[in-house]
Every structure is written in structure tokens, then in C-alpha cells.
């Protein structure tokens, strides 16, 4: 803004140079307060902040140790066709030896047919010493299991693409905030340095008793909130570098002094969407959609618990029998061994199958009203998002327009309080007005951004921003 246009008289040369002088402190506690600018650690693209925040978050970070957690797990269940190899070794004192009735009559013709005889069995001391294995050769649960673990580590992997989709969200919206409040320093200080100007004017007319202090007030209460709107763009400011740092893992938050690459902001890279939206991309959608997956496994794995095993089954070792504790007593030990086919059918498990199997129906169907349900609300937020956008384009060309007149209304009405042609609570209403304008304006452009993003996130084109 060039003050000469509208300052006239003996105080032209004095007001200039004091609106030149705080503009040049203004312009100078800037540059103080981002002397990174001049000194900049790092520069940022959207697509850097990203894959930094992807690579460095903690939580992040621990969502992938746990999906490798998950297919460690499912892994291990291919071993369940392995041999299962275990030995085994038991030494027993029986203080009281089992008794049982022997038909020595049906041996022995001097005896009745049914005489009988208590016959104890066995020795006081035993032991047992082998090796027993087992092979797995029919056994469909475990297959099932392997399905179900496999179904488990792809929700982990979207549980996992679906906290990394969120993080970038928010990191676009905080770097878009950044873009943003770096223009709304600017503009801030421009409005200082005119208030500054209308505050001087009407500070000579007081000073000359040709104005109110009323009105005088009212321009310095202009003045001191267009200050405080500096104050306050520079405090959000470092706010949000502060929580972009966060959000990209970095802890060392004196490393604020970075710069971002607005152009995107600047070319207003926004249009019109026609492309249909790729649901596909939508980890929670495809979350929804595996989880049905799941409870149909349930059901194949209940249907499982009735199928029948078959197993081959082996020892190989030997037992002592002794009436002395003696482990290696001579002529005590005798070889056993057998293998087997073993097959178990299961008849009663102490479930209702029946109420099982129709839970995880129920449960499927559930998922899938679910994910039509969430679509029919991205469909939805798409339709809002470009509706609301198209609104706030059409919006923002009239504010800027209207913020453009007003500005030229404020420098004529400064020439004119200048020349006692105006009165000075015209210029005071002009210069609130414009203020609330201005804020007006920023909000809908934050707010254009934010309806971009809601865009990108519900038709599943979020990761074009750091792929």
C-alpha cells in the first residue's frame, strides 16, 4: 500500500514516515521471530511431511511390529504339520499295588469252574523311559486355522493402512493451516500498517481539536486489534510447525525454523473432481469387507471341530520293574515300543453347533450392512465436499473482490478525512469492517482446504499426496 496516494498536506511527509517506520519494526520482529527463514533447517514438501510422519511416528512404528507379530503367528501354524517329537520319562513308588481277580478256575481243572484268586500286580518301583511321535495325516482345522490366521494379519495390515491414512490427514491439514497462516502474517501486517495510518490521521485531527475521542478511540481500538492479529498469526504459526514436528516423529521442537513449500496453496491446485472415487483404497472399507471374510471362516472352523482326525502315532522305550528303588538294576528293564493309526471322530463336544454356525452369519451380515452402510456415507461426504467446494470458489472471488474495494473505499476516505471532507467514524466503521472481512475470508479459505481434504479422504485418493 503506498500512503502518498491518499495523504495530502504539512503532515503528508510525518504520517508516511511513521507508517513506513511501523511497518519496518513489524516487517523486522517477523523476520526476528522466523529468523529461520534466513537461516532454515529443512524445507518441507506436503509429500516429504508425510512420508516422514509414516516413517518416524511411534505409533506407527508399534502398528507395524504388531503385523509382524501377526505373521509370525501365522507362520507357526504351518509347523502343526510337522512330527511332534517329545521324550518322556516317569519313575513311580506304588505303595499300594493293584489288585485284581484271577479265574484260576478256568485254568486249573482242580478248581471249580468259578474259583477265583486275589492276584496283586505289578512291583512297588516303575519307571518309563521313550520317545513318542506323532504326524499329523488328516486334520482340516488346521488349514482353516492358517486361512483364519491369514485373514487376521490382512485386518492388522489395514488396521495398520488405516491409522497411516488418518496420520497423513491430519498432516495435510496441518500443513495446509501452515501455508495458510504464513499469508495471513502477511496480510496481517499490511492491515498494521494502514490502521496505522487512519490511527495518525485522526491523531492530528484530535490533536488539532477538530475530532472526537470517541472517534479517536475507535481507531485505535482498529489499530490494536490488527497488532493483535499479527501476534496472534505468529503464535498459530509456531503452534502448528510445533505439532507438524509431532506428527512427523521429530521430538526436537526447537527445529520449528523450517519452511513448507506452498505453491500447491498458492496455484490453488483445487478444481472440479469428475473421477470416479477409488473405494478400494478405503482401508476401512476393505476392513469391513475381510472381517465378513472372518466370520464365514468361524463357521467353516466350528464345522471343522466335527470333522474327524487322523494321526500316526510311535513310541519307542522301555520299562523297569523293581521291588527295590534301583534304577539300573539288572534284568528289570524290558523294551517297548508299538506305532499306530489313530483316528478320533468327535461326536458331542458340549456346544450347540447350530446356534454357533447362525452367530457367525448373523455376525457376516452384520459386517457387510456395515461397510454399505460407511459407503453410502463416503457417497455422501463426496457429493457435500464438491457441492461445498464449488460454493466456497464462487464465495471467495466475491470476497476478494469486495476486500479489494474496500481497501481502495479506505484510502479514499483517508484523502478525504485528510482534506476535513469525511468525518472519521466513516473511516473507523470502514476499517472494522474490512477486519471482519478479512477474517471472514480466511475462515472460507481454511475451510475450502479442509472440504479438499474431506474429498481426498472419503473417494480414497488421500495417498496421491505423498505417493
Same mark, same amino acid.
Given at each position: 500500500?503506498?500512503?502518498?496516494?491518499?495523504?495530502?498536506?504539512?503532515?503528508?511527509?510525518?504520517?508516511?514516515?511513521?507508517?513506513?517506520?511501523?511497518? =519496518?519494526?513489524? @516487517? %523486522?520482529?517477523?523476520?526476528?521471530?522466523?529468523?529461520?527463514?534466513?537461516?532454515?533447517? +529443512? $524445507? #518441507?514438501?506436503?509429500?516429504?511431511?508425510?512420508?516422514?510422519?509414516?516413517?518416524?511416528?511411534?505409533?506407527?512404528?508399534?502398528?507395524?511390529?504388531?503385523?509382524?507379530?501377526?505373521?509370525?503367528?501365522?507362520?507357526?501354524?504351518?509347523?502343526?504339520?510337522?512330527?511332534?517329537?517329545?521324550?518322556?520319562?516317569?519313575?513311580?513308588?506304588?505303595?499300594?499295588?493293584?489288585?485284581?481277580?484271577?479265574?484260576?478256575?478256568?485254568?486249573?481243572?482242580?478248581?471249580?469252574?468259578?474259583?477265583?484268586?486275589?492276584?496283586?500286580?505289578?512291583?512297588?518301583?516303575?519307571?518309563?523311559?521313550?520317545?513318542?511321535?506323532?504326524?499329523?495325516?488328516?486334520?482340516?482345522?488346521?488349514?482353516?486355522?492358517?486361512?483364519?490366521?491369514?485373514?487376521?494379519?490382512? =485386518?492388522?495390515? @489395514? %488396521?495398520?493402512?488405516?491409522?497411516?491414512?488418518?496420520?497423513?490427514?491430519?498432516?495435510? +491439514? $496441518? #500443513?495446509?493451516?501452515?501455508?495458510?497462516?504464513?499469508?495471513?502474517?502477511?496480510?496481517?501486517?499490511?492491515?498494521?500498517?494502514?490502521?496505522?495510518?487512519?490511527?495518525?490521521?485522526?491523531?492530528?485531527?484530535?490533536?488539532?481539536?477538530?475530532?472526537?475521542?470517541?472517534?479517536?478511540?475507535?481507531?485505535?481500538?482498529?489499530?490494536?486489534?490488527?497488532?493483535?492479529?499479527?501476534?496472534?498469526?505468529?503464535?498459530?504459526?509456531?503452534?502448528?510447525?510445533?505439532?507438524?514436528?509431532?506428527?512427523?516423529?521429530?521430538?526436537?521442537?526447537?527445529?520449528?525454523?523450517?519452511?513448507?513449500?506452498?505453491?500447491?496453496?498458492?496455484?490453488?491446485?483445487?478444481?472440479?473432481?469428475?473421477?470416479?472415487?477409488?473405494?478400494?483404497?478405503?482401508?476401512?472399507?476393505?476392513?469391513?469387507?475381510?472381517?465378513?471374510?472372518?466370520?464365514?471362516?468361524?463357521?467353516?472352523?466350528?464345522?471343522?471341530? #466335527?470333522?474327524?482326525?487322523?494321526?500316526?502315532?510311535?513310541?519307542?522305550?522301555?520299562?523297569?520293574?523293581?521291588?527295590?528303588?534301583?534304577?539300573?538294576?539288572?534284568?528289570?528293564?524290558?523294551?517297548?515300543?508299538?506305532?499306530?493309526?489313530?483316528?478320533?471322530?468327535?461326536?458331542?463336544?458340549?456346544?450347540?453347533?447350530?446356534?454357533?454356525?447362525?452367530?457367525?452369519?448373523?455376525?457376516?451380515?452384520?459386517?457387510?450392512?456395515?461397510?454399505?452402510?460407511?459407503?453410502?456415507?463416503?457417497?455422501?461426504?463426496?457429493?457435500?465436499?464438491?457441492?461445498?467446494?464449488?460454493?466456497?470458489?464462487?464465495?471467495?472471488?466475491?470476497?476478494?473482490?469486495?476486500?479489494?474495494?474496500?481497501?481502495?473505499?479506505?484510502?479514499?476516505?483517508?484523502?478525504?478525512?485528510?482534506?476535513?471532507?469525511?468525518?472519521?467514524?466513516?473511516?473507523?466503521?470502514?476499517?472494522?469492517?474490512?477486519?471482519?472481512?478479512?477474517?471472514?475470508?480466511?475462515?472460507?479459505?481454511?475451510?475450502?482446504?479442509?472440504?479438499?481434504?474431506?474429498?481426498?479422504?472419503?473417494?480414497?485418493?488421500?495417498?496421491?499426496?505423498?505417493?
Amino acid at each position: 500500500m503506498n500512503a502518498t496516494y491518499f495523504i495530502s498536506g504539512t503532515n503528508k511527509k510525518a504520517i508516511v514516515k511513521n507508517s513506513h517506520l511501523v511497518y =519496518i519494526i513489524l @516487517l %523486522s520482529i517477523y523476520l526476528l521471530l522466523f529468523s529461520g527463514k534466513l537461516i532454515a533447517q +529443512e $524445507t #518441507y514438501t506436503l509429500s516429504q511431511a508425510i512420508n516422514n510422519g509414516l516413517a518416524n511416528k511411534q505409533n506407527i512404528s508399534s502398528g507395524r511390529v504388531d503385523l509382524s507379530i501377526s505373521k509370525l503367528q501365522t507362520q507357526a501354524l504351518y509347523r502343526k504339520y510337522w512330527p511332534q517329537v517329545s521324550a518322556e520319562y516317569s519313575y513311580m513308588y506304588n505303595p499300594i499295588l493293584q489288585t485284581s481277580i484271577f479265574p484260576i478256575g478256568a485254568f486249573n481243572p482242580s478248581y471249580p469252574p468259578d474259583a477265583t484268586q486275589n492276584i496283586q500286580f505289578g512291583t512297588n518301583w516303575s519307571q518309563t523311559a521313550g520317545l513318542t511321535a506323532i504326524q499329523p495325516l488328516l486334520d482340516v482345522s488346521i488349514n482353516r486355522n492358517i486361512d483364519e490366521a491369514k485373514l487376521n494379519e490382512r =485386518i492388522a495390515a @489395514l %488396521s495398520q493402512a488405516q491409522n497411516e491414512y488418518e496420520l497423513a490427514n491430519t498432516i495435510a +491439514e $496441518t #500443513y495446509i493451516d501452515i501455508c495458510l497462516q504464513e499469508s495471513n502474517i502477511q496480510v496481517a501486517i499490511e492491515d498494521t500498517t494502514r490502521t496505522f495510518v487512519s490511527y495518525t490521521l485522526m491523531k492530528n485531527k484530535f490533536d488539532q481539536q477538530s475530532l472526537l475521542k470517541s472517534d479517536l478511540n475507535r481507531s485505535k481500538v482498529n489499530h490494536n486489534n490488527a497488532l493483535q492479529k499479527v501476534r496472534d498469526a505468529i503464535t498459530l504459526l509456531i503452534e502448528d510447525k510445533v505439532y507438524l514436528l509431532y506428527l512427523m516423529g521429530i521430538s526436537d521442537i526447537e527445529k520449528w525454523n523450517f519452511e513448507v513449500d506452498s505453491s500447491f496453496i498458492q496455484n490453488n491446485l483445487i478444481g472440479v473432481f469428475d473421477s470416479p472415487p477409488s473405494f478400494d483404497q478405503l482401508p476401512d472399507l476393505q476392513e469391513l469387507e475381510l472381517q465378513s471374510q472372518l466370520s464365514t471362516f468361524h463357521s467353516k472352523l466350528e464345522k471343522g471341530k #466335527y470333522v474327524p482326525t487322523i494321526s500316526l502315532k510311535g513310541f519307542f522305550g522301555a520299562n523297569q520293574y523293581t521291588n527295590n528303588f534301583n534304577p539300573v538294576e539288572a534284568n528289570t528293564w524290558y523294551g517297548l515300543s508299538y506305532v499306530g493309526l489313530v483316528a478320533k471322530f468327535p461326536l458331542l463336544i458340549g456346544e450347540n453347533k447350530q446356534n454357533k454356525l447362525t452367530e457367525y452369519s448373523m455376525q457376516s451380515q452384520q459386517y457387510e450392512l456395515q461397510k454399505a452402510d460407511k459407503t453410502a456415507e463416503y457417497q455422501k461426504d463426496i457429493y457435500t465436499a464438491q457441492l461445498r467446494m464449488s460454493n466456497i470458489q464462487k464465495q471467495l472471488k466475491i470476497q476478494e473482490e469486495n476486500i479489494a474495494l474496500i481497501r481502495e473505499t479506505i484510502e479514499i476516505v483517508q484523502e478525504r478525512v485528510a482534506k476535513g471532507q469525511e468525518t472519521a467514524s466513516t473511516l473507523n466503521l470502514e476499517e472494522a469492517d474490512l477486519q471482519e472481512m478479512e477474517a471472514e475470508y480466511q475462515s472460507n479459505r481454511k475451510e475450502l482446504w479442509v472440504y479438499w481434504l474431506n474429498y481426498l479422504n472419503a473417494s480414497g485418493k488421500l495417498n496421491q499426496l505423498w505417493q
